[in-house]
């Protein structure tokens, strides 16, 4: 009887957190384009000014239309999962102090005299009446009063979150100030999945809004670093547990070495240069499944070059190498030579030449890059376009691009605040499927990856923005620009029965265009995507 009701409540919280932030999307969309109108483009990569007050006047009911579609959560088709396994989950310690010591938010100024000036805040109520008090109800059924309530509570938390990102984008220093003090109460990195992402929203507001309180300060980057410093340690740890307890970077590592091990089939060397090379996960896998094809023999010689912008972990990568080749040549008597070389420089155009990264004729060339990309993709577009000719040069016979299928590079503010909302929201109730709110490695996983994430797309403008997460299409656009054509993957069967062992049917899986589209209840995660130089003599 306990885990039914369980089972119930999350299911209510989801459709709670869905309906709240679906409601408003439409009015922060409308000032979003308003502000589109009245300032162009060329004032990118600074913090925006806003200085006009939206008029909200559209209906309801158009409203509505507009919310159904754009977000259209049931574009995907849910595959069946037949096979339900349960994940081991090691519980860390109790880092609940520990974060509570680092996103601080005592020291907020509480300014009550000040009026809200924006439409948006019409509806909103006093951070009394969003806490609410307890009231009693019937434990046998739940009364209609009670979830109203609870729906009203979400609805008034997403509406406070989408004015003060209003309002910090207005650069109003004091009503952000103001409405993040009636935030705070509501949020909890402990609670439902609403709350957690509404927590880790509210810290990118706050960061964002002590970059613009220090912006003439040289030491504004430092402040911010002390605000929620992370040891390179807990986030190595929480990758990991990523890795275990959702299919998200699973689903991209499988996706590419299935693409790589076809581009390989019957060459007697592959060279892989690989993007930002931080883990060994995915050559981990790609080794056992390539001496594992039952069709044809394995390349004699895998040479992998990695990519390292980062050097601090370059320690850790070296030891997880050596640990691979030596597992290599235990099992794999003698049919795979297996050759590392780490290039420590940062990627550019000027890095993609074949001096370089050393390559050799006669070798199939692959290039990937797992969630690395969209590192650069700047407002100019200038990096991305000059980074992909510079690798159609090299002539490769694959290129691998797994993504984030996500609008967060979006030109204005509120819009792009809006868009991570939503996407972060269905993330989190992905975590609220798997883990128990006290799991402590849900809150690391939580607070050292997915936090940063948030408060990098939140806070940041300029080169400091990295996380530039864009949507399948526009990937398409920019590597068919390039002259690069996809390549169909072909491997649901696998990444299907690689999702059942994560034990929930809400994540769905699907093929368009060519790439594979995972998502968390229609709402898309992840893609992945193979391309190959497009040939204008053949085709």
Known sequence: ????????????????????????????????????????????????????????????????EFVDSF?????????????????????????????????????????????????????????????GAEKPFDAETISHDHVEAEVNQGLQLVHLLLA?????????????????????????????????????FALGLQSRLTLLQHRNNAGATLIQDQ????????????YHWLNQITPYMA????????????????????????LGMLRIFQWQSLIRTLTAQPDSPPPRLVRITGILEDTHDFMELELGLKSLMDEVAATSSGNIRLEFQVIKEPVSASLFTREKLDVREGEALIVNSVMQLHKYVKESRGS????????????????IVVEQDANHNGPFFLGRFLESLHYYSAVFDSLEASLPRDSTTRIKIEKCHYAEEIRNIVAYEGSNRIERHERADQWRRQLGRAGFQVVGLKCMSQVRMMLSVYGSDGYTLASEKGCLLLGWKGRPIMFASAWEVHNVASS
């Not at 589109?36 to 209906?59: K, V």
């Not at 605000?227 to 929480?238: G, N």
């Not at 991305?384 to 290129?399: D, N």
């Open 1 to 64: 009887m306990h885990e039914m009701n369980s089972d119930w409540v999350l299911s209510f919280q989801s459709h709670n957190q869905d309906f709240a932030i679906r409601q408003f999307c439409a009015a922060a969309r409308m000032i979003d384009q308003e502000q589109q109108q009245q300032h162009s483009q060329n004032s990118i990569g600074e913090l925006y000014t806003y200085t006009s007050t939206p008029d909200h006047s559209a209906s309801s009911q158009e409203e509505q």
């Open 384 to 399: 991305l376009k000059t980074i992909l000719q510079a690798i159609k040069k090299l002539g490769p016979a694959l290129v």
């Open 164 to 200: 003060c990102a209003e309002a910090v984008g207005c650069r109003d220093t004091r009503l952000s100030d103001s409405l993040l003090t009636q935030i705070w109460p509501a949020v909890t990195p402990f609670g439902d999945s609403l709350q957690r992402v509404s927590y880790c």
């Open 251 to 274: 689903f991209g590592f499988m996706a590419a070495n299935d693409a790589i091990c076809k581009a390989s089939s019957g060459k007697e060397c592959l060279h892989i240069i690989d």
């Open 71 to 131: 977000f259209n959560i049931d574009s995907y088709d849910k595959d069946p999962l037949d096979q339900q396994v349960n994940l081991d989950v090691e519980e860390f310690g109790d880092f609940t102090s520990m974060i509570l010591n680092e996103y601080s938010y005592k020291n907020l100024s509480v300014l009550t005299d000040e009026e809200p000036r924006y439409t948006v805040l019409e509806a909103c109520s006093s951070s009394d009446d969003l806490i």
């Open 227 to 238: 605000l929620a410093a992370l040891s390179r340690v807990e986030k190595r740890e929480a």
